[in-house]
């Protein structure tokens, strides 16, 4: 965007934008030399390192005024985030998640659970709609990929538990299984981690949000 279509880049306004909801600065930098190589280093924004004019004030020739700009900024002097080419250097990972929403290291391991899950289940999607990129779209689902155990509920078995909950996943006529949406995806992976249940007294079904796996019982019953 910046590099190809910066003609599209609304320029900043105080009275039309709010400056508290920009999260970092780009600076461009380019070979005097050579106007093909460039670079970019991003920096995030401390809102409370910001003053704005209705509050602040300057000092100036030797006599102080109201701010005569807009907003003013400190900028940060360490390295956060530099770019380069197609490549990406985060010096600071955690300011590099806070101005991106991108937790690239939870990308890393979930990528590696949809290539785990492509491999062992058959699953149907509509057209120009694949898992890897359903996934990206879906934090909650990133999370649950971290610790996700692949396999151990097998392709029948998850529709058997499906129709078990009479929760509403389908499969085609090849026996995959249906993913329509996102809604569809969480179920999906909710159930081959096991994450929905019937309690034996009242009947009732639950969604499991956090569980601990119990190690196997030692000696007899407590009550025979």
């Not at 250097?89 to 391991?109: D, L």
Request: proline share 3%.
């Amino acid at each position: 965007l910046i590099e190809h279509e910066r003609h599209d880049i609304v320029e900043f306004s105080e009275t039309e934008h709010e400056f508290k909801r920009m999260k970092g600065i780009v600076a461009r930098f380019t070979d005097p030399n050579n106007s093909d190589a460039t670079f970019y280093t991003v920096k995030l924004i401390q809102q409370g390192q910001t003053l704005k004019s209705a509050l602040a004030w300057e000092f100036s020739d030797g006599k102080f005024g109201s701010f005569s700009a807009e907003v003013g900024f400190k900028v940060p002097d360490d390295n956060q985030v530099l770019i380069v080419g197609k490549d990406i250097f985060a010096f600071n990972p955690g300011k590099f998640e806070r101005m991106f929403g991108y937790e690239y290291k939870k990308q890393v391991i979930a990528d590696k659970k949809v290539a785990e899950i492509e491999k062992e289940y058959k699953l149907s999607f509509p057209e120009g709609m694949d898992l890897n990129a359903l996934v990206k779209e879906r934090k909650k689902t990133i999370n649950k990929l971290q610790k996700l155990e692949i396999g151990a509920v097998k392709q029948e078995d998850v529709l058997d538990y499906a129709d078990e909950m009479q929760l509403e996943l389908m499969s085609d006529d090849n026996g995959a299984i249906i993913i329509m949406d996102g809604n569809d995806l969480d179920m999906f992976v909710n159930l081959i981690n096991e994450d929905y249940i019937e309690s034996k007294i009242t009947g009732k079904r639950y969604e499991i949000k956090s569980k601990k796996l119990l190690g196997e019982p030692e000696g007899e019953p407590p009550r025979g």
